[in-house]
């Protein structure tokens, strides 16, 4: 990765109602030449729920699209057809890039900022309104891509072609896919929750996940994220 990533694509977005409801949502990003890249995000693109969307801690989203042919492959129309460079809400589209190629903490040049990978997307019911799916998050998640969130470590300009360069690896054993398959697949494995939960560059709802799997030996309760208000019943 010495000669970067190229962007080639740079997307925010306006609030707009998601699906004919009353929910709003920002995920509808249209391209950019460029923006100025804040430790809140880029500057004009909103998010329609700022409790779990945007943020420090999830000021950039970056989504694979080598993943949309699998998925034009796997969904339904009309859902298929929506996926194209954009579909997920990212902020940076790319090729030849994945989870299993970024790792927790990695820092990357970009543009005139500087940004440090924190960790990987949580896919939210939201998801099911926008592909008109009613298990579309729960089928990203168990898919392990997910994309992935940026911190800002030095504001600046970024501009559609600049390339994400990589600067630090602090954590070479750490790509995004094991941390998703922490999450998702092999749950409950004490040791190394407890090393994801001494992980600095982690962000902090992440390790106090692993904190609390640990500590109660149980996993946490996905049904409201993925589902919302028509999670099914616990009963």
């Known amino acids: 990765m010495t000669s970067g990533i190229v962007i080639r694509q740079l997307r925010i977005g306006s609030l707009t109602n998601l699906a004919n409801t009353d929910t709003l949502t920002g995920i509808h990003k249209q391209e950019t030449e460029s923006a100025h890249l804040g430790f809140n995000g880029l500057s004009n693109d909103q998010q329609g729920d700022r409790n779990h969307h945007g943020g420090p801690e999830k000021a950039l989203h970056h989504f694979a699209s080598d993943h949309y042919a699998r998925l034009r492959r796997e969904l339904p129309e009309p859902a298929a057809g929506h996926c194209q460079p954009g579909a997920f809400g990212e902020n940076l589209v790319t090729s030849g890039f994945s989870e299993t190629d970024v790792c927790v903490g990695d820092i990357f040049v970009l543009g005139e900022a500087i940004v440090q990978v924190s960790q990987p997307r949580q896919p939210c019911w939201r998801l ?100 919302g208000s028509s999670a099914p019943s616990a009963n």
């Open 128 to 227: 099911n309104l926008r592909f008109g799916i009613p298990d579309m998050s729960q089928r990203l998640q168990k898919s392990l891509r997910t994309g992935w969130y940026y911190r800002v470590l030095q504001p600046g300009d970024v501009s559609q072609g600049d390339t994400l360069t990589l600067d630090q690896r602090p954590n070479p054993d750490w790509p995004l896919s094991r941390i998703l398959t922490m999450l998702y697949e092999t749950t409950l494995e004490n040791a190394v929750l407890a090393d994801m939960a001494e992980l600095k560059q982690l962000s902090p709802n992440l390790r106090n996940i692993a904190k609390q799997r640990l500590a109660t030996q149980k996993v946490e309760n996905w049904q409201g994220r993925l589902f």
